[in-house]
C-alpha cells in the first residue's frame, strides 16, 4: 500500500503529479494564519457542537442497539460530519502532528467502529431498532453520501499516518455497499452523489479495482430518474440527465459538483478522454455561466442550486461555502488530469473569496451562504445558538446542517498540497504562499524551493531553490489571467513570460526567481447578459474581489455610483474608489415614465477585500457597484 | 340580518360605500371574457380536481369519523380550497344564477357540514381518529387559516344567495374559535393569517361584536412570536413585530397581505384611525419599496416572501397569484376606509397584470407564480398531471397547493362589486368596463350609469346616464396615473379634470360622459436602487405591462437592447419598440477589465402585452428590457 505523503487525489495517470503535505508546507502568511485557526479553534469547536448535538453521540447509541428511532440526533447527514471533522483532524494532524489530535482521531475511529453492523452497513439513522430500513430513503436518507465521506476520511487518515484502522471501517462499508449496489444489487443511486468520489480515491490507495467499478456504476446509473419524482425536479439530484448528455452543471450545487469530481476520478482511472472532455467542458461553461466573481457556485436559496445560465443575483446570491470547497475538488482534478494552469486560476478565486470569506476571526463561526449584497445590517447571533436549518444569514457558531465548518476545514488543512505539482522535468507553482517545496521530478531527480511573499497583499514572489542536481530542469510559476504586465527576474535578469513563468535553467541552490504580479486594484466589468449586475463595476486587487462596507447609520450603499473614468486607487488608507452618492427618489411607486435620477454629490468610497466584510459589528454590504 | 346585495366587504363606516352585484354588472368586454370562462370551465375544472385528489371526500370520510390519519388526502390546507371553491361559486351564481350551480353548493354545504364537530370545530386533518391533536401544530396545521376561508364562503354565499346553510356552520366554527382561544383561551395565533379577515366579515354580516373582538384578539397577539422558531423566521408568520410597530410587509406575502386586510376590517370597525394610517403607510411602503411592475408581490422562492427593500429579481420573481389577490383585497379595503382612488390604480395593475396572466385560455391552468422574466423556454405539463409542491413553471392544471386557482376565481366572479362606490353624492367609477351601474347616492336619490368602453384596447370610455333624479350630483371618474394627458367631455363639451374626472352637474338621462385615456405605449424606467433591472427599460400601454417573447429558435432576448431616443410605435401589427442585438461575447469567465460590449445590428422588436404570455406553445420572455 502507498501511502503517498498526504496527498488529498491521487491519480494513477495525470499530466500532473500532485505533491503530498510531506513534500509541500505553506509556512507562513495568509494560509498558515488560517491553517493555524483551523487547528487552533475550529476542529474543537466543530468536535464541541457535535458532541453537544449528539452526533457523535449517535455513533455510541447505535453501537448499543439503543432505540435510534427515538433517540438519534440531528439530521439524516449528521454521520457525515463528524467523518468530515476527522478527515480535517487528519490533514491538520498531517500539517502538524499532535499527540491530542492523534488521540482523539484514535476516539473518534473507535466510535465509528463500534457502530458499523456486521456486514459492513454504517448509518446511524437506517437499519436500527426503530428506524427505517436501511436505503428506504433513497432520495434524502444520505445512506451512501455519509458512506462517501467515510472513505474519504479513512484516505486521509491513512495517507497522513500510515494508521489503518480507520480504513478497515471504510473497506467493509465499502464492501457492502458493492455488494448492496453492485451489478446483481439494488439498480440505484443515493440522492446525494458523494460516495463515487469516495470510492474512487479508496480505490487508488488500496488497488482495489472493485471500488473503481462500483463508482463507475454509479455514475452510469445516474440520470435515469431512479429517483423518485420530486419538487425541486430530478436535475436537483443531478439525476435528469446521463452525465455523457449534459453541457453544465445544474441543480444542487453541492451534488453536482461532488459528482463532477467523482466522475472525474473514474475517467481518469479507466482512461476514458472522451468523458474527461464533458466534464471539463461542462464545468468550463458553468464557469462562464454560473459563477459569481468570487467562484461562488449556486444562486438558488430555494434548493441550494445552480440558476439558469446569467441569472446570478449578488443580493440573494447564495454561494454556499461547501460550494467553494467542491468546486474546489473538482477544479485542482481537472488540473491534474489536463495540467492546465488556469485551474488554479480558478482554485484561487474560490479560496480567497469564498473559503477564506467563510470563517469567522475566531474560528468559531461561518457563513453557510455567502452573498455578495448584504442591503439590510448584518446582526450577530448568540455564540451558544444553533441556527434552524441552513443558508444565509450571519456567520454563526453552527446550523441544524453544519456541513461547511468541516468542509473548510479539511481543505483549509490540506491547503499545502494544491500548492505545487510536478509535470515531467517541470516543479509548478500554482498558489503563492511562503512555504518549502521538496520533491523528485519524473526522473526521479531531487529538488527543492522556497518561497518568500507578502501575497496577496504584495505581488512579489520570490523563489529560491534550495535543492538541485546540477542538471537543468524547469521552474514554472502560474501566472494568473488577470496578472496583465506580469514580470519575472532570474537572479536579477529579466526572464521572459509565456503567459505563465517558465524558466528552464541549469539551477543551483541560492538561484532565485522573482515574479512581480500587479496586484493594484482594478475595475472589473461583468458580461451584459448577467441582469442582476447589469452597469455596475467590482474591484479587484490581485486575486481579492473587494467590496464597500457601510455602518448602518452611514452611507446608504444603494446610492453609491462609482466613476470609472478614473482609475481605483490604492493609498496608505487602502483602496477606494470616486463615487458620486445620488439622493434617492421620494418614496412612491418606483416605476415611472420620467427616467429617474436625483442630485449627486462627490465621495470618496473606501474599499476593503471580500473576505474580511462582517468582522466589525453591523454592515451593510456591496461587491457590486453602480456606475456613474 | 343585510344580506346587501352580494358585496364582498362591508364596513360599518368607510369613505366610499361599496356596491355590490346587484348594483354594478360587467356586461362585457376583457373581464366579463374572463367570468365567462371562469363559470364555464374554471370552477368545474376546481371541483373535478378536488374530488379527484380526495379534498372534497375528505370532509365525507371525517363524517364517517373514519380513520383520517391514514385516510386523509392533500396538505393540511386543502378544506381551504374547497372553501374558496364554494365562495367561488357563491360569487358566480350571484353574478348570473344557475340551478346546476345552486345545486352544487347545496351539496357541498351539505358534505361540509356533516363533518363539523359536535363543538363547532371543523378540520379534516386534525383531532380525528389516528390524526394529530386539534391546535397541536399552529404553525403549519392551517387550521383557523381554514376556518377564515369557510367564514368568507360562508359570507359570501349568504350574501349572493340569502341561504344561511352554510353560514350556520360558519357561525358554529366561529363560535369554537371565539371558545378556544378567547381572552380565557390559548392565546395563539394561526401561522397562517386569514381568521381574522374571516371573522371581521362575518361580524359584519351578523352583527356580533365577539366576532370583531376575537379578530382584534388574534390582531394584538401576534408579533409577539408565540410561534416556535423556524428556519424561515418569525417575519415569515408576521409574528416578528406587533403590527403597529412595523414599517412594511414581510415575510410570506400571502400571510402578510391577508393579515393586513384584516387588521384593516378591524381598524375600521373599531374606529382605530392610528392602526387604519399604519396599515396604510405600510401597504405604500410595500408598493415604493416590494413590489414588481405587474403589481406582483414576493420575490423569494424559497419562503414566497417579501425580499428586502429593492430586492425584485424579474428573472426568479415569484408574485404568487394569490398574493396578487391578497394585494387586491387589501388596496380595495384602504380605497373604501379612505376613498383615495390611487388603490383603484393599484388594482387595476393587479388584475391586468397578475390575476389575468394565470389563468390559462381554456380556464384550466394556471401560474402559480408569475415571473418577468423567462429565460428557458417554457414547457407543457400533461393537463392530467398535479404539479409536485408550489412555486415556478408552466401554466399547469393543478399543483399540490393549488391555492390560486379558487383564489383568483373568487376575485374575478366578484369583480362588478369592485368597479365602482359612491362618496356622498358622488357615484364613482373606479375600474373601466362595459356595463351597467345602478345604486343609490348617500341621501338614497336613485342613479344609474351603462359604461361603454374597449378598454384597454381603447383608451374611450363613454359613460351614459340611465338614471337620474333631476338634482345636481357628482359623476366621478378615476383618471389613473399613468394617464397624462386624459381628456374629457361631457355631452360633447370638454370638462377640465382635476386629476379625476368629477362631474357636479344636474345630470338627465342620456348625458353622455367621455373620457379619453391615452392608452399608446409608453417607457417605464425603474427607481435605480432596484439592482435587478438597471439600465433597462420596461413598456406599458394603458394598465397593461408588455413584455417581448421569442421562440426557443428565435431570437435571444438576452441579447436585446431598446433604444429609448424614440418612442415605443404602436401600428397594426401591435406594439413594436427598435432595438439593437448585440453579439453576446465567447464563453469564458464573464468578468473582465475591458468593458464588453460586442457588434450591433439593428432589430424592431415586438411586444405583446403581459398577461398574453407563454400562451403559444415554448418561448422566453422578458418585460424589463435593457436599453441600448
Not at 444553533?386 to 454563526?396: D, H, I, K, S, T
Request: hydrophobic fraction near 40%; proline fraction near 6%.
Amino acid at each position: 500500500m502507498d501511502l503517498t505523503g498526504g496527498r488529498p487525489v491521487v491519480p494513477s495517470r495525470s499530466a500532473v503529479r500532485p505533491l503530498g503535505l510531506g513534500e509541500s508546507r505553506i509556512t507562513g502568511g495568509f494560509w498558515a494564519d488560517r491553517q493555524r485557526l483551523i487547528g487552533t479553534a475550529t476542529l474543537d469547536h466543530g468536535r464541541q457542537w457535535m458532541d453537544k448535538l449528539g452526533w457523535t453521540g449517535n455513533f455510541v447509541r447505535a453501537a448499543q442497539g439503543a432505540a435510534g428511532g427515538v433517540d438519534r440526533r440531528g439530521r439524516e447527514f449528521s454521520d457525515s460530519e463528524v467523518y468530515k471533522l476527522v478527515e480535517a483532524m487528519s490533514w491538520e494532524s498531517g500539517r502538524l502532528p499532535s499527540a491530542d489530535r492523534e488521540r482523539e482521531i484514535v476516539e473518534l475511529t473507535g466510535m465509528v467502529a463500534a457502530a458499523q453492523a456486521g456486514d459492513g452497513y454504517l448509518h446511524t439513522a437506517f437499519g436500527g431498532p426503530g428506524q427505517a430500513a436501511r436505503y428506504s430513503d433513497l432520495s434524502w436518507g444520505h445512506e451512501l453520501y455519509c458512506v462517501g465521506h467515510l472513505l474519504q476520511a479513512a484516505v486521509a487518515r491513512t495517507r497522513t499516518s500510515g494508521d489503518t484502522d480507520l480504513l478497515g471501517v471504510a473497506r467493509r462499508a465499502a464492501d457492502h455497499v458493492c455488494a448492496a449496489f453492485g451489478p446483481d444489487g439494488l439498480a440505484a443511486v443515493c440522492g446525494h452523489p458523494e460516495i463515487e468520489v469516495g470510492l474512487a480515491e479508496l480505490a487508488r490507495l488500496t488497488g482495489e479495482q472493485r471500488y473503481l467499478d462500483q463508482a463507475a456504476l454509479f455514475l452510469r446509473r445516474r440520470g435515469h430518474r431512479t429517483l423518485p419524482p420530486h419538487q425541486f425536479g430530478s436535475s436537483y439530484f443531478s439525476d435528469d440527465q446521463p452525465i455523457r448528455e449534459a453541457s453544465v452543471l445544474r441543480g444542487h450545487a453541492v451534488r453536482a459538483l461532488y459528482l463532477t469530481a467523482g466522475a472525474i476520478d473514474v475517467a481518469v482511472e479507466t482512461g476514458d478522454d472522451e468523458l474527461l472532455g464533458i466534464l471539463a467542458a461542462q464545468f468550463d461553461r458553468t464557469l462562464a455561466t454560473r459563477t459569481y466573481l468570487t467562484g461562488g457556485m449556486g444562486s438558488r436559496h430555494t434548493d441550494e442550486a445552480f440558476g439558469d445560465d446569467f441569472v446570478l443575483p449578488a443580493d440573494r446570491s447564495y454561494a454556499e461555502t461547501c460550494a467553494g470547497v467542491a468546486a474546489t475538488m473538482v477544479a485542482w482534478r481537472l488540473l491534474l488530469a489536463t495540467g492546465d494552469p488556469r485551474y488554479a486560476d480558478t482554485i484561487e478565486r474560490i479560496i480567497y473569496n469564498v473559503v477564506a470569506t467563510s470563517l469567522g476571526d475566531d474560528g468559531r463561526s461561518f457563513f453557510y451562504a455567502n452573498t455578495l449584497h448584504q442591503r439590510t445590517p448584518t446582526f450577530a447571533v448568540p455564540d451558544d445558538e444553533e441556527q434552524l436549518g441552513f443558508g444565509g444569514g450571519p456567520r454563526a457558531a453552527w446550523f441544524e446542517v453544519s456541513c461547511c465548518l468541516a468542509n473548510l476545514s479539511r481543505l483549509t488543512a490540506s491547503l499545502g498540497a494544491y500548492v505545487a505539482g510536478v509535470v515531467d522535468d517541470s516543479l509548478w507553482l500554482y498558489q503563492y504562499a511562503p512555504g518549502e517545496i521538496r520533491t523528485t521530478l519524473h526522473d526521479g531527480r531531487a529538488v527543492g524551493v522556497d518561497v518568500a511573499t507578502a501575497y496577496p497583499d504584495d505581488g512579489t514572489i520570490v523563489v529560491t531553490v534550495t535543492e538541485a542536481d546540477g542538471g537543468p530542469w524547469t521552474l514554472a510559476v502560474r501566472v494568473p489571467e488577470w496578472a496583465k504586465g506580469a514580470t519575472a527576474t532570474l537572479n536579477g535578469e529579466p526572464l521572459a513570460l509565456d503567459g505563465h513563468l517558465r524558466a528552464r535553467h541549469t539551477f543551483r541552490k541560492g538561484d532565485e526567481i522573482r515574479l512581480h504580479l500587479p496586484v493594484g486594484p482594478r475595475f472589473t466589468f461583468p458580461d451584459p447578459r448577467i441582469d442582476a449586475v447589469r452597469d455596475c463595476v467590482a474591484v479587484e486587487a490581485g486575486p481579492l474581489v473587494l467590496c464597500a462596507e457601510a455602518d448602518p447609520d452611514g452611507l446608504d450603499l444603494d446610492t453609491v455610483r462609482v466613476r470609472t473614468d478614473r482609475g481605483p486607487a490604492a493609498g496608505d488608507g487602502g483602496v477606494h474608489v470616486a463615487a458620486e452618492i445620488e439622493d434617492p427618489a421620494p418614496d412612491g411607486w418606483p416605476y415611472a415614465t420620467d427616467r429617474p435620477g436625483g442630485p449627486r454629490s462627490a465621495a470618496d468610497l473606501p474599499l476593503l477585500p471580500y473576505h474580511r466584510w462582517g468582522r466589525r459589528g453591523p454592515v451593510t454590504m456591496r461587491v457590486w457597484l453602480p456606475r456613474a
